[in-house]
Structures are given as structure tokens and as C-alpha cells.
């Protein structure tokens, strides 16, 4: 009996030692995470709480702008522009920054100027200037990627004349091509693995790059794959067609030459003209800003020298 009873103070006096190491760890750990934040606030500043609040703010604009766009056509234009741009953005954060810019920009124009139209105009241009400037993006990297794709399309070929499969083939090409086709292919064979199909994947690629070249080839490699036959010829192919039409684009190029820097001195010479008039002779373009019949001149001279420009360039676009 008393072997019993000191085996169960023994395991009375062991749980209370675990029981209080246990408390005391906690305490211990608890102590620390208040002495943390305790010297977090000490460090804090009122900086910090000013970028921290902008942050919230952030973020609640970018959730709204998200909810209030998705599942539209343009939220889905917006996705593929940035995609193929290379820009690492939701359309949610492109949309919310592009509108705090432009109301910035159009209350610094008005503080400036002392016009609210002036203002209006500044935000405009602000809202249009950086879906230019994404769009033109988007077209180089799509350019970008219709350069590369001849001896892509080439590397894959030797990789499935050397016994690979074409998923093989694509995965070395995402290993060994440069940006932009590179990291896609990455993203293909990611796509794969976690069960997508191939054709899926590489019509999604195709569409998120906007290469013309791109789609053909994921088209050849379909129609390949249901017909049967050797790939690699089709590949082969294909890579010599565009490297001879990337010539043709480049002596066209070549030929247009003096049509765009015409377009650009035509463009660009009514801008220097006015500049030197204003600073010579301010007082003589004056009716021209502050009448409405110089209004009228100067809107309607916007609108020709629009036109022609567009016409220049139909002139001097030539498809290849």
C-alpha cells in the first residue's frame, strides 16, 4: 500500500514539475511577445502609422475596384494586356493606380493653371497615357516573342528528332530560351503538372503573349498530335517560313524608312514651332490660347494633323 501510494505521489510530483515548466514557458513566451510589441510601439513612428493607414487604404480601393470588375469583358482584357506585357499586376491594382495618379495630376493642373478644363485635361491624359504605354508594351513583348520563336521552334525539333516527347521538348525550351517564351513554357509544363491539358496550356500561352506566330505553331502541334506523324518536320517548317517572312518584315522595314521619320518631322514640327513662337514672341500667340476662335483653331488643327497621321501610317504599315 504504501508502494502504491509513493508511486502515485512520485507521478503527482512529476505532473506538477511538467505542469509548472509548461506554465513557465508559456509566461516566458508571453513576456516576450509583450516586450516585442511593446518595443515595436516604442519604434514605431508617426510615419510609419501614416504608411501603414495609405496601405489599408490601398488595399480597400484594390478590393473594391476587384469586386466591382470581375467576370467583365474588359476585366479580361485587362488581365491579358497585363499578362503579356510582363507587368506584375492585378487589373484591380492597374485600374485603382491609374485613377489616384490622374486625380492627382488633374488637382496639381488645376492648382497650377487656375482652370478646372486644363485640370480635365491633364487627368484624361493621365488615364490615357499608361493604357498606351501597357498596349505598346504588350505589342513589343508579342514582337519580342515572334523574333524568338523561329529557333524555339527549332531547339524543339532537335529535342523530339532525339527521341523527347514534345512535353520534354517544351520544358527544355522553357529551361533554355530567354524571356518572354522561356518562362511561358516554364509555365506550361507548371500548368501540366498539375493537370491541364497541354493543348489548353499552350492555347492560353499563345493568347496571353498575342503572337500570331505562337498560335499557329500551338495549332500545327494540335492538329499534329490527332493526325500522327513526325512533329518535328512541321516545326522545322514552320521555323524556316518565319525566318523567311522576319526578312521580308525587316527590308520593308528597311524600305519605310524615310515614310516614318517623315511622319515624326511632320508630327512633331508644329510642337517646336509654337514652343520657339512663345518664347520669342509670347504676346503674339496669345489670342490663340485665350479666344475662342484661337480655341476653335487649335482643336481643329488637332483633329487634321490626327488624320494625318493616321494616313501616314496606313500609308507606310505594310503586313507581312
Excluded at 493606380?97 to 492648382?111: H, N
Excluded at 532537335?158 to 521538348?169: C, I, K, V
Excluded at 487634321?304 to 494616313?311: E, Y
Aim: net charge positive; charged share 20%; proline share 3%.
Amino acid at each position: 500500500m504504501s508502494a502504491v501510494i509513493g508511486i502515485l505521489g512520485g507521478a503527482l510530483l512529476v505532473a506538477g514539475g511538467v505542469g509548472l515548466a509548461v506554465f513557465g514557458l508559456r509566461q516566458q513566451q508571453r513576456t516576450g511577445v509583450d516586450r516585442l510589441r511593446a518595443a515595436m510601439d516604442e519604434v514605431t513612428d508617426p510615419t510609419t502609422r501614416e504608411i501603414s493607414v495609405l496601405a489599408q487604404a490601398w488595399t480597400a480601393m484594390t478590393a473594391a475596384t476587384e469586386r466591382a470588375g470581375r467576370g467583365g469583358s474588359l476585366h479580361a482584357r485587362a488581365t491579358r494586356a497585363l499578362e503579356g506585357a510582363g507587368w506584375p499586376l492585378r487589373p484591380a491594382e492597374f485600374a485603382t493606380g491609374v485613377a489616384v495618379a490622374s486625380l492627382l495630376a488633374a488637382l496639381v493642373a488645376t492648382a497650377l493653371a487656375g482652370s478646372l478644363a486644363t485640370g480635365l485635361l491633364v487627368a484624361v491624359v493621365a488615364v490615357v497615357a499608361p493604357c498606351l504605354v501597357l498596349k505598346r508594351q504588350a505589342r513589343v513583348v508579342a514582337q519580342k516573342a515572334d523574333r524568338q520563336l523561329p529557333d524555339v521552334l527549332g531547339q524543339m525539333a532537335a529535342s523530339l528528332r532525339s527521341g523527347h516527347s514534345l512535353t520534354q521538348a517544351i520544358e527544355a525550351a522553357g529551361e533554355q530560351a530567354d524571356a518572354p517564351l522561356g518562362p511561358q513554357f516554364a509555365r506550361v509544363i507548371a500548368e501540366t503538372r498539375v493537370g491541364r491539358d497541354l493543348d489548353d496550356a499552350l492555347s492560353a500561352t499563345a493568347e496571353r503573349i498575342g503572337s500570331t506566330d505562337l498560335r499557329w505553331s500551338v495549332r500545327a502541334m494540335a492538329i499534329q498530335a490527332r493526325t500522327g506523324g513526325k512533329l518535328s518536320d512541321v516545326l522545322e517548317v514552320l521555323a524556316e517560313f518565319m525566318r523567311d517572312r522576319e526578312e521580308v518584315r525587316r527590308e520593308v522595314r528597311a524600305l519605310t524608312a524615310d515614310g516614318r521619320i517623315s511622319a515624326w518631322v511632320l508630327g512633331l514640327l508644329p510642337f517646336f514651332v509654337t514652343g520657339a513662337l512663345l518664347v520669342i514672341s509670347p504676346d503674339y500667340l496669345q489670342p490663340l490660347f485665350s479666344e475662342r476662335l484661337g480655341l476653335l483653331m487649335l482643336f481643329a488643327a488637332g483633329v487634321l494633323m490626327g488624320i494625318g497621321m493616321l494616313v501616314i501610317r496606313k500609308i507606310i504599315r505594310v503586313e507581312v
